[in-house]
């Protein structure tokens, strides 16, 4: 029986992906390495950190640890000049729909995020207060596909791994629900999710007689 519903938030909630491209392309610019949107999907579901480090080896650079630092903080204060600036318009299709739903049926809602932004993000849009808890880059230390962050989900509202169900729309996020022992719901292509147990291409593809019978089954 599912009774927990565990949301990732960039690219399912909101999609912030092209907040975080416009700070990436800026910052590779300045590093005079080339960047793509394609390149950039290879930076969803992962930490800042990491995403740092996948660029530079893009442009088989090397910089200092100051720099590094530097560079981070930049493409953060960056990020958050254009997140200051969201609202409820940018909630994805489905989206809101699916927390009432939810609510509704008494499910508890949790965000599983490497984000560490989540919760302004959430203020922004109008969402915090459907969330029973948050899970974001702060609380974990291991990047998806590590379930580290799932797990710590679960837990936080005493609910057991295999009770929960996530809503993902990376292929690390998908791998790292079911190494938790999740039920995995894809938002987005089937041919690049193919791991989930579910694939829907938006939350208006999911019904709300869906939503129930993961409720009993």
Not at 65 to 70: H, S
């Amino acid at each position: 029986m599912i009774n927990t519903y565990i949301f990732d938030l960039d690219g399912v909630i909101v999609d912030t992906a092209k907040y975080h491209y416009l700070a990436w392309k800026n910052l590779a610019d300045e590093l005079e390495i080339d960047f793509t949107k394609e390149h950039n999907e290879l930076l969803k579901g992962v930490s800042r950190i990491r995403s740092l480090e996948i660029i530079l080896d893009l442009g088989n650079k090397t910089i200092s640890d100051a720099d590094f630092d530097r560079f981070l903080h930049k493409k953060n204060e960056e990020y958050l000049s254009y997140i200051e600036k969201m609202n409820a318009s940018e909630i994805l299709p489905g989206v809101l729909n699916a927390l009432d739903f939810i609510k509704k049926i008494e499910g508890k809602i949790v965000l599983g995020s490497a984000s560490k932004n989540a919760k302004p993000i959430l203020e922004k849009v109008g969402l915090l207060d459907y969330f029973d808890a948050i899970v974001d880059g702060n609380d974990v230390s291991k990047a998806k596909p590590d379930p580290e962050v799932f797990l710590i989900g679960a837990e936080k509202v005493k609910s057991n791994p295999v009770n929960c169900v996530v809503f993902e729309d990376a292929v690390a996020g998908i791998q790292a629900a079911n190494s938790a022992g999740m039920l995995s719901i894809g938002i987005g292509e089937k041919e690049i999710l193919k791991e989930a147990d579910f694939v829907f291409s938006d939350f208006n593809q999911i019904s709300n007689e869906f939503l129930e019978k993961l409720e009993n089954n």
